[in-house]
């Protein structure tokens, strides 16, 4: 059962004060973080020759759709830098080995040098790069205003519906979801493995909608159901691909929109208003410190192979801003004790990082660099919300565990 609703103005208005303090004090970490990016993104530029790095493209939220620090890293760069070298070195030493088994030795060492001497090549960061090669983040060109403005208008979709009660949430989500599920299918086609979108559809869509009618016990009944529509659909449809490839893709891409996105109804239907705002809000601060912390301070990679702009300090970043949002958005559930909400912000941090390295994950996968483009200066849906989809599960069986305790 949904929580009384009596004190939800008192709770969205506290949000909107909370949000102006938070503004303002984010406007002076991302002038610190744009200036630190320029800084870096100017050294990287002439240490490996790249020139023409205009102020315009530097600018740290031109379209990047995960947060990731969008100018190019010196050390990233500079590995780039030292594999084109030992690139040219194995390749004078296979001239000079040529060269002795000819008998020409002297000519061999006049190569190898001219080899080694070769300038590297520039690195053009808004190219993906080859297999096996550091990839630098691209450089983003949506200015700030465009992201900004986008954000303003995700706030009133999302907290808008969510204020109105739980059918205006889940039909929210349902669009959410909807557009998600085309996403996903639109990364299948890109990999040459078309998902059977009617029947993905068809389950996917019917899980937030269970959730919404019967809760959390439904998803269980509803989830095979979907798989079992997919399963028998694809034994009636020509094949363009392999059986196994489009189903398992299509079932996953149920799994990981339809699925974790019904937990984001489930959240609505069981905590209200106020678990909504809270858990939107930590979730947003933790992405936000986690990319403030990796600009300013990150050195270390926390899986390079995956994203190279994520490193150890933007997740330590990312757990405290989470506290301090854990700590900020207490009033939206005042019965909770602050050590409780406190380690649940820590666990949502973590649920979303890890949610945005897959969501990277599948992007490099498919030879991408956005899922779409339905969000001006984010990307596309699952690019804003990845760590969403992964933390909801996370909070609802929080808020369960916390119901049972009988602090809500």
């Known amino acids: 059962m949904m929580p009384s609703a009596a004190n939800d103005p008192q709770i969205a208005l506290r949000l909107v004060e909370t949000l102006g303090w938070i503004v303002g004090g984010g406007s002076v970490l991302i002038g610190v973080s744009r200036m630190v990016a320029r800084t870096r993104a100017r050294k990287a530029a002439a240490a490996i020759g790249i020139s023409g790095v205009a102020p315009a493209e530097e600018d740290l939220f031109e379209g990047q759709p995960d947060f990731d620090p969008p100018l190019p890293d010196p050390d990233e760069l500079a590995e780039v830098a030292e594999l084109a070298a030992e690139v040219a070195a194995e390749v004078a030493a296979e001239v000079a080995a040529e060269a002795v088994t000819a008998a020409a030795l002297p000519a061999a060492l006049q190569v190898a040098p001219v080899v080694r001497q070769q300038p590297v090549p520039p690195v ?49 989500v349902l669009a ?30 019917m899980l937030p909608v269970t959730a ?67 858990f939107v809000m930590v979730v947003q601060l933790a992405d936000v410190g986690g990319l403030m912390t990796g600009v300013l301070f ?72 956005d899922f779409g483009k339905v969000l001006p200066g984010h990307g596309g849906v699952l690019d804003r919300f990845d760590g969403y989809l992964f933390a909801a599960p996370i909070f609802w069986a929080w808020l369960v565990l916390i119901r049972w305790m009988g602090w809500m």
């Open 124 to 172: 053009d960061p808004t190219q993906p790069a080859p297999p096996g090669v550091p990839v630098t983040p691209a450089v983003i060109r949506a200015p700030l205003w465009v992201r900004l403005g986008t954000l303003i208008a995700l706030a009133f979709a999302i907290f808008l519906p969510a204020y109105f009660g739980p059918v205006s949430w889940a039909l929210a």
């Open 176 to 205: 959410l979801v909807a557009a998600g599920l085309g996403e996903f299918w639109d990364m299948l086609d890109a990999v040459e493995t078309p998902p059977h979108r009617t029947f993905g559809w068809a389950a996917g869509l």
């Open 298 to 369: 990150g050195k270390r990679k926390l899986a390079p192979h995956i994203s190279p702009g994520k490193t150890l300090e933007g997740a330590i970043g990312s757990f405290v801003a989470a506290a301090f949002g854990a700590w900020a958005f207490a009033f939206a559930l005042p019965s909770v004790p602050l050590s409780a909400l406190f380690a649940v912000g820590v666990a949502l941090a973590a649920a979303g990082l890890i949610g945005d390295l897959l969501a990277s994950g599948f992007k490099r996968g498919a030879g991408l660099k």
């Open 212 to 278: 919404l009618v019967w809760g959390a016990s439904g998803l269980g009944p509803a989830l095979v159901a979907g798989l079992l529509v997919i399963g028998a659909g694809s034994l009636f449809v020509k094949e363009e691909a392999s059986l196994n490839a489009r189903m398992g893709g299509t079932a996953l891409g149920v799994l990981y929109v339809g699925l974790l996105g019904a937990h984001l109804v489930l959240i609505g239907h069981d905590g209200g208003f106020g678990a909504i705002v809270f």
